[in-house]
C-alpha cells in the first residue's frame, strides 16, 4: 500500500471514480473488477441498494436461508434468514422440528411501548413541574399534531410525557422523558423528530409559562434522542412438553438426565456472566438473522437485549426453565423493537420477500417469531452442549467453509467428506488431506 494521505472530498466522487481511488490505494489494479462483479445486474436494484448508505461502491453477499417448520400460536411459518454463521439455520431448523408435533411455540407479546428522551439542564425548583405538566403536555401534543397526524391516523402516537429528576446523578440535569406507540413501525425517525420538536416547545414553554421564573425560564438542551432501551416492548415464548417426550432426544442420555443437564446449563447461564453472555450470543444468532432478513435494525435489538439482561445489575441469561411435576418449561422474554413498514422493510427487496414470505406479519407478530427463532437457537444450541457438544455438527458444516477457502473442487470435496465423517475436522487435518488427494494420479 502506496500514497497513504488524508483523502479529502471522497464522497463527492462517483462510483467510478471511489474504486479508482480505492484501487489505487490498495495498489491492486484487480480490485475493480472484482468488486464490480458483486454489482447487481439490475441497474434499478443496484441503483437502490446504493442509495441505503454513503460511499457505496459494491455490495457484500450474505447467505439468505429459511428455517421451515416454526409453529407459533398454532401458525406454520418459514422462516427467512440471513445469516454467515454455519449451523445456525439449520440449529434452527431442527429444533422447530423437534417442538412442531409438542405444540409448537407460545408466544405473546407484553408490552409495545418506545421511550425517547431530551437531556438537559435547568436550574429551579424541580416541584413547579408538577403544576406545570398538564399544560407543558397539553402544548406538545398540539405544537406536534401535524408530526404525529399519521400516526395517530394509525392509532398511535405519544402516549406520556414526564419530566425526570435526574439531579441524583449530575447537577442540574433532568429530561423530558415520552413514551410512543409506533404501531407497526420501528418508530426511530417518528420518536425523533417529535422529540426534536419538543426540545424547541420546552423550551418555550419554561419563557413563557407564569410557573417559572428568574433562571428557571430558560434551560439548555443537550440532546433529544430515542432509547434504544425499550424494557416496556417485550415478548415471552414459552415451550412446554412432558420430560418423557425427551426420552429419544440422546442415546446416552436418559430423558430425566437430559432436561436435569439443561437445567443446570441456564442456571449456569444466571449464575456465570461469562457463559450468560455466550447463552445470549446464541439466542442473537436467531434473532438478528431474521432481524437482518426482514431490514430490522440489529444493532438496536442487540443493544437493548443485552442490557435488558442486566436490568437487575447483574448480566444475565435471557431465558428461565422450571422443571416439575414431570414437565419442563422454558421461557424466553425479552424487548424487541421491530419494524414492518418503514425504513428498510419496505424498500429492500428481499426485506420485502421476507416479509411475505412470513405473511406480511404486523410489528407484534414479528415480535413474536423472532423471539421464537431466537429461542429455537438457544434451545438447539443447549441441546448439543448437554449432549454431543457442537463441534461435531458445527465442524462438518464447518468443513464446507474450510474447502471453499482451501480451493477444493467438487471431487475433492466429495473425497473430504467421506475422510471426514468419522474423523475431526480441523482446518490443517483438511490441508494435509488435501495435499495427499491432490497429488494422487486420480485427481491431476
Ligand atoms: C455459537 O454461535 C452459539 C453458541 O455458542 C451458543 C451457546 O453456547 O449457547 C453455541
Same mark, same amino acid.
Given at each position: 500500500?502506496?500514497?497513504?494521505?488524508?483523502?479529502?472530498?471522497?464522497?463527492?466522487?462517483?462510483?467510478?471514480?471511489?474504486?479508482?481511488?480505492?484501487?489505487?490505494?490498495?495498489?491492486?489494479?484487480?480490485?475493480?473488477?472484482?468488486?464490480?462483479?458483486?454489482?447487481?445486474?439490475?441497474?434499478?436494484?443496484?441503483?437502490?441498494?446504493?442509495?441505503?448508505?454513503?460511499?457505496?461502491?459494491?455490495?457484500?453477499?450474505?447467505?439468505?436461508?429459511?428455517?421451515?417448520?416454526?409453529?407459533?400460536?398454532?401458525?406454520?411459518?418459514?422462516?427467512?434468514?440471513?445469516?454467515?454463521?454455519?449451523?445456525?439455520?439449520?440449529?434452527?431448523?431442527?429444533?422447530?422440528?423437534?417442538?412442531?408435533?409438542?405444540?409448537?411455540?407460545?408466544?405473546?407479546?407484553?408490552?409495545?411501548?418506545?421511550?425517547?428522551?431530551?437531556?438537559?439542564?435547568?436550574?429551579?425548583? =424541580?416541584? /413547579? !413541574?408538577?403544576? @406545570?405538566?398538564?399544560?407543558?403536555?397539553?402544548?406538545? *401534543? &398540539?405544537? $406536534?399534531? %401535524?408530526?404525529?397526524?399519521?400516526?395517530?391516523?394509525?392509532?398511535?402516537?405519544?402516549?406520556?410525557?414526564?419530566?425526570?429528576?435526574?439531579?441524583?446523578?449530575?447537577?442540574?440535569?433532568?429530561?423530558?422523558?415520552?413514551?410512543?406507540?409506533?404501531?407497526?413501525?420501528?418508530?426511530?425517525?417518528?420518536?425523533?423528530?417529535?422529540?426534536?420538536?419538543?426540545?424547541?416547545?420546552?423550551?418555550?414553554?419554561?419563557?413563557?409559562?407564569?410557573?417559572?421564573?428568574?433562571?428557571?425560564?430558560?434551560?439548555?438542551?443537550?440532546?433529544?434522542?430515542?432509547?434504544?432501551?425499550?424494557?416496556?416492548?417485550?415478548?415471552?415464548?414459552?415451550?412446554?412438553?412432558?420430560?418423557?417426550?425427551?426420552?429419544?432426544?440422546?442415546?446416552?442420555?436418559?430423558?430425566?438426565?437430559? =432436561?436435569? /443437564? !439443561?437445567?443446570? @446449563?441456564?442456571?449456569?447461564?444466571?449464575?456465570?456472566? *461469562? &457463559?450468560? $453472555?455466550? %447463552?445470549?450470543?446464541?439466542?442473537?444468532?436467531?434473532?438478528?438473522?431474521?432481524?437482518?432478513?426482514?431490514?430490522?435494525?440489529?444493532?438496536?435489538?442487540?443493544?437493548?437485549?443485552?442490557?435488558?439482561?442486566?436490568?437487575?445489575?447483574?448480566?444475565?441469561?435471557?431465558?428461565?426453565?422450571?422443571?416439575?411435576?414431570?414437565?419442563?418449561?422454558?421461557?424466553?422474554?425479552?424487548?424487541?423493537?421491530?419494524?414492518?413498514?418503514?425504513?428498510?422493510?419496505?424498500?429492500?427487496?428481499?426485506?420485502?420477500?421476507?416479509?411475505?414470505?412470513?405473511?406480511?406479519?404486523?410489528?407484534?407478530?414479528?415480535?413474536?417469531?423472532?423471539?421464537?427463532?431466537?429461542?429455537?437457537?438457544?434451545?438447539?444450541?443447549?441441546?448439543?452442549?448437554?449432549?454431543?457438544?457442537?463441534?461435531?455438527?458445527?465442524?462438518?458444516?464447518?468443513?464446507?467453509?474450510?474447502?471453499?477457502?482451501?480451493?477444493?473442487?467438487?471431487?475433492?470435496?466429495?473425497?473430504?467428506?467421506?475422510?471426514?465423517?468419522?474423523?475431526?475436522?480441523?482446518?490443517?487435518?483438511?490441508?494435509?488431506?488435501?495435499?495427499?488427494?491432490?497429488?494422487?494420479?486420480?485427481?491431476?
Amino acid at each position: 500500500m502506496k500514497n497513504k494521505k488524508f483523502i479529502s472530498g471522497f464522497s463527492r466522487l462517483n462510483k467510478e471514480g471511489k474504486i479508482n481511488l480505492i484501487a489505487e490505494w490498495m495498489d491492486d489494479p484487480s480490485f475493480s473488477v472484482f468488486i464490480k462483479s458483486f454489482w447487481h445486474g439490475d441497474e434499478k436494484t443496484q441503483k437502490l441498494l446504493d442509495e441505503f448508505s454513503e460511499n457505496t461502491v459494491s455490495n457484500f453477499p450474505f447467505p439468505f436461508g429459511v428455517a421451515p417448520n416454526f409453529l407459533i400460536n398454532g401458525k406454520d411459518y418459514l422462516v427467512p434468514m440471513v445469516i454467515e454463521e454455519s449451523s445456525v439455520i439449520a440449529a434452527a431448523a431442527n429444533s422447530a422440528k423437534f417442538w412442531y408435533d409438542k405444540g409448537g411455540f407460545q408466544a405473546k407479546i407484553l408490552g409495545t411501548k418506545k421511550i425517547g428522551q431530551v437531556h438537559f439542564f435547568w436550574k429551579g425548583d =424541580v416541584r /413547579k !413541574f408538577d403544576f @406545570a405538566i398538564n399544560d407543558l403536555k397539553e402544548k406538545i *401534543h &398540539r405544537e $406536534t399534531f %401535524h408530526i404525529t397526524a399519521n400516526m395517530r391516523r394509525r392509532g398511535g402516537g405519544i402516549l406520556d410525557i414526564e419530566i425526570v429528576d435526574m439531579t441524583h446523578s449530575m447537577p442540574d440535569y433532568y429530561q423530558l422523558k415520552a413514551t410512543f406507540d409506533t404501531r407497526d413501525s420501528m418508530g426511530a425517525n417518528f420518536i425523533n423528530s417529535c422529540l426534536e420538536e419538543f426540545a424547541f416547545i420546552l423550551k418555550d414553554f419554561l419563557s413563557e409559562s407564569d410557573y417559572f421564573t428568574g433562571s428557571e425560564k430558560d434551560c439548555h438542551i443537550i440532546m433529544s434522542i430515542l432509547s434504544n432501551y425499550t424494557p416496556e416492548c417485550l415478548v415471552s415464548i414459552n415451550l412446554e412438553t412432558e420430560v418423557e417426550n425427551f426420552r429419544d432426544i440422546d442415546n446416552e442420555l436418559t430423558a430425566d438426565q437430559f =432436561v436435569d /443437564k !439443561f437445567e443446570k @446449563a441456564v442456571r449456569i447461564a444466571q449464575a456465570d456472566v *461469562h &457463559r450468560a $453472555t455466550t %447463552h445470549n450470543k446464541g439466542i442473537f444468532n436467531g434473532i438478528d438473522a431474521i432481524a437482518l432478513a426482514t431490514g430490522n435494525d440489529f444493532r438496536a435489538i442487540e443493544a437493548c437485549g443485552h442490557t435488558y439482561a442486566a436490568r437487575d445489575g447483574r448480566y444475565k441469561s435471557l431465558t428461565d426453565v422450571d422443571i416439575s411435576n414431570g414437565y419442563f418449561r422454558y421461557n424466553l422474554t425479552l424487548p424487541l423493537a421491530l419494524g414492518t413498514v418503514g425504513g428498510l422493510t419496505s424498500l429492500h427487496p428481499l426485506a420485502k420477500v421476507s416479509l411475505s414470505m412470513l405473511g406480511n406479519p404486523g410489528a407484534e407478530e414479528l415480535m413474536m417469531i423472532t423471539a421464537s427463532v431466537g429461542m429455537a437457537n438457544n434451545f438447539g444450541a443447549l441441546k448439543s452442549l448437554v449432549t454431543k457438544g457442537i463441534q461435531k455438527g458445527h465442524m462438518k458444516m464447518h468443513l464446507m467453509n474450510i474447502l471453499n477457502h482451501l480451493g477444493a473442487n467438487e471431487s475433492e470435496k466429495k473425497q473430504a467428506f467421506d475422510y471426514f465423517k468419522t474423523r475431526k475436522v480441523s482446518f490443517s487435518g483438511v490441508q494435509a488431506f488435501l495435499e495427499k488427494i491432490r497429488v494422487l494420479p486420480v485427481n491431476k
